[in-house]
């Protein structure tokens, strides 16, 4: 596709541009239902519970910043005729996915900042949590083979 520069925009960059997307609303996901409907954990649950409530509004707002920006980026991408509709759910998917591995290993279990659930074995929580992120990303990288092997024919069907 054209882009308003004259240039080709990779379809790649629909790919990239949706990751923010897909990091905002599984952050909002986590957010909603595990800090403020069940309040199992906060953002950050080695301090006060006022610290914890603020480091909640603090992830709240970068995922708002973060699904806003990448709603713009693809809006944009898509107002130039230039989103690979494809290449853009891959991308969502992927930062989802990516978000809730990042979260389970990093958060959880690395930095230790919160649990997902206080007063119970972790275990099943943690494969279960992971074990979602993984699938998030398997669909993202499916859709990305399928996005690539699209755009591989349409390639070749256009010929030289």
């Not at 992120?133 to 083979?145: E, H, M, T």
């Amino acid at each position: 596709m054209r882009n308003d520069t004259g240039g080709t925009s990779p379809p790649s960059r629909s790919l990239l541009y949706a990751l923010p997307i897909g990091i905002g609303v599984m952050a909002a996901v986590d957010e909603i239902i595990f800090h403020q409907i069940l309040q199992w954990h906060h953002f950050y649950d080695l301090a006060t519970p006022t610290i914890g409530i603020i480091s909640d509004g603090l992830l709240h707002s970068a995922e708002l910043l973060a699904t806003v920006a990448g709603l713009f980026l693809v809006v944009g991408l898509a107002r130039r005729g230039a989103l690979f509709k494809r290449w853009a759910w891959a991308g969502v998917f992927l930062g989802a996915g990516g978000f809730q591995v990042f979260d389970g290993i990093v958060s959880h279990k690395l930095l230790r900042i919160h649990q997902i659930r206080y007063n119970v074995d972790p275990l099943m929580y943690d494969i279960v949590w992971n074990a979602i992120g993984l699938v998030l990303i398997a669909i993202g990288f499916w859709l990305y083979r399928q996005a690539s092997r699209s755009q591989m024919s349409a390639a070749h069907s256009a010929g030289p």
